[in-house]
């Protein structure tokens, strides 16, 4: 049973134009939220968080926006960059003893130049 | 800038061999994670261990063992290794509800 869901695979967007990647889950219990970014051949590196008491969060050309009702969360990039070409992935967690997070399968995101 | 470090970028080995895999983190961090990634699958926990001589299986276990004798350091152990665990492998630390830093990463193929 998939408690983080990213339903599409993959993305192609223009440079310039925004990216949203989006991520749904199903456990009310989660409270903190995180995405990376995944280079081929790399470790994941940590993007963006944002925790159940807020709806909002920006970083730069990152915002991660949380539906705590809907139990969705999204991340934005604008402007887009080649650069930001990339596997990106939600993860979430709730305590349930220690901090342990779950993670998607992945959006990987193509940035046409 | 040392963080997470793995012992292996690339490791190939053969069917029913025994592998370590090795990490080591600089951030006095109390929680230790492995997971493997694969195609479609995404990142599946396999052990974690919040403090020294502690672990914990995560959702994929089965024909994997890890050690934790100091805090810096988690290794993960392939008791036979198989083909079906030709993988990435990624260790992460954490502080108690910190965000993971994730190592570069091991590209294991079983032959």
């Known amino acids: 049973d998939q408690q983080v869901k990213q339903n599409s695979p993959s993305l192609s967007v223009q440079e310039g134009r925004i990216s949203i990647l989006n991520c749904d889950y199903t456990?009310?219990?989660?409270?903190?939220f995180l995405w990376y970014k995944k280079y081929p051949a790399e470790g994941p590196t940590f993007l963006i968080s944002?925790?159940?008491?807020?709806d909002k969060n920006e970083d730069g050309r990152f915002t991660v926006f949380l539906n705590k009702s809907a139990k969705h969360l999204s991340l934005h990039i604008v402007p887009s960059q080649p650069g930001d070409s990339a596997v990106y992935f939600c993860a979430a967690s709730g305590y349930s003893g220690t901090y342990k997070y779950i993670f998607g399968t992945g959006t990987r995101l193509k940035v046409l130049a | 800038d040392v963080k997470v470090t793995q012992s292996s970028r690339y490791l190939v080995k053969r069917t029913g061999e025994k592998v370590f895999l090795e990490c080591v983190q600089d951030m006095d961090h109390e929680n230790m994670f492995w997971y493997r990634q694969d195609p479609g699958l995404g990142l599946r926990l396999i052990y974690f261990s919040y403090d020294v001589k502690m672990k914990e299986k995560g959702d994929i276990p089965e024909g994997y063992s890890v050690s934790r004798e100091k805090k810096e350091r988690f290794s993960l152990i392939l008791e036979s290794a198989s083909t079906n665990q030709t993988s990435m492998y990624l260790c992460?630390?954490?502080?108690?509800?910190?965000?993971?830093?994730f190592g570069p990463g091991t590209r294991l193929t079983v032959t």
């Open positions: 456990n009310s219990m989660f409270d903190y």
């Open positions: 992460a630390s954490s502080s108690l509800q910190g965000a993971y830093d």
């Open positions: 944002i925790s159940s008491i807020k």
